[in-house]
């Protein structure tokens, strides 16, 4: 019995010894487990890090370069936003000018003697005989615009408009005329009145801020301003094409009223 006694207690060491080495390659694993997590944990975050900068530096570059290419396009809208709805918007690009400046020795076609001619060369500008100052706009045009106009008579499925434009250039060849009462009839005071005041609000109106500069000229000896300056300008001829294409197509009856659907 002593002898199995001994036997058992050996057993219960060799089993409990047993325990202790599992316990300790157990815990010797987890420590290599834990150091090899620890090796990695603190090579991954350096990728980590480096593809987020990486990343980070790419994504300002592309902002950067789309910054450089859309600000001129954001400088022309700032430079001249579109406010009021115009119709004609669809048709404004801008081209780059230079002024002449119309003195003696570089008159434009628009100056000159009073002749048929030239009444027709500034008539075409207006188009009082083609009609295009005078334009019409299908209705879902018309409810876009700001102030509210009337059907065309006849037509009702269109409105009539007229761009501002066209106004003052008839403005502007009635006080060319009435420069010259010895050749052209003797225009009304007010209509004269009425026409320098325009031209004067579409001129604040638009307020061109094209620089004049100065040069020194050698014959005269003296400073003079250059008034030939290069200018951003909205291009007349899309504007014109534009007028040409919605011009009225009926005859517009003032005293006649015309079922306007808009209004109902």
């Known amino acids: 019995m002593p002898s ?3 036997k058992s207690n050996y057993a219960e060491e060799e089993h409990m010894s047993l325990l202790r080495e599992d316990s300790t390659a157990s815990l010797d694993s987890e420590k290599q487990t834990d150091s090899t997590t620890s090796a990695l944990a603190r ?4 990728k980590i ?6 990343g980070l530096f790419i994504f300002a570059s592309v902002i950067l370069a789309l910054i450089i290419r859309v600000k001129p396009q954001a400088c022309a809208i700032q ?4 406010g009021v709805y115009s119709p004609a918007h669809v048709s404004v690009s801008y081209v780059t000018k230079r002024f002449n ?7 434009t076609e628009y100056q000159g003697e009073p002749s048929p ?3 027709e060369k500034w008539e075409e500008l207006y188009a009082c005989k083609c009609k295009y100052a005078i334009s019409r706009v299908p209705r879902e045009e018309a409810k876009k615009l700001t102030d509210k106009t009337v059907p065309i008579p006849g037509d009702e499925s269109n409105y009539i408009v007229g761009l501002e434009v066209f106004h003052q250039l008839h403005c502007l060849d009635s006080i060319r005329k009435s420069l010259r009462p010895d050749y052209y009839p ?3 005071d007010f209509h004269t009145s009425h026409c320098v005041d325009i031209i004067r609000q579409a001129l604040m109106c638009t307020v061109d801020i094209s620089p ?10 003296v400073s003079d301003g250059r008034l030939d300056a290069i200018h951003t300008c909205r291009d007349w001829n899309k504007i014109l094409e534009w007028g040409k294409a919605h011009q009225i197509q009926t005859h517009f009856d003032i005293k006649t009223k015309a079922i306007d659907v808009l209004a109902e």
């Open 101 to 107: 400046g119309s003195f003696p020795m570089t008159l």
């Open 79 to 82: 430079q001249f936003p579109e």
């Open 186 to 188: 003797p225009m009304q």
């Open 49 to 54: 890090k480096a593809a987020f900068i990486l």
């Open 4 to 6: 199995d006694a001994k």
């Open 212 to 221: 004049i500069v100065w040069e020194w000229r050698e014959k005269e000896q």
């Open 117 to 119: 001619e030239l009444d």
């Open 43 to 46: 090579r991954i975050p350096l």
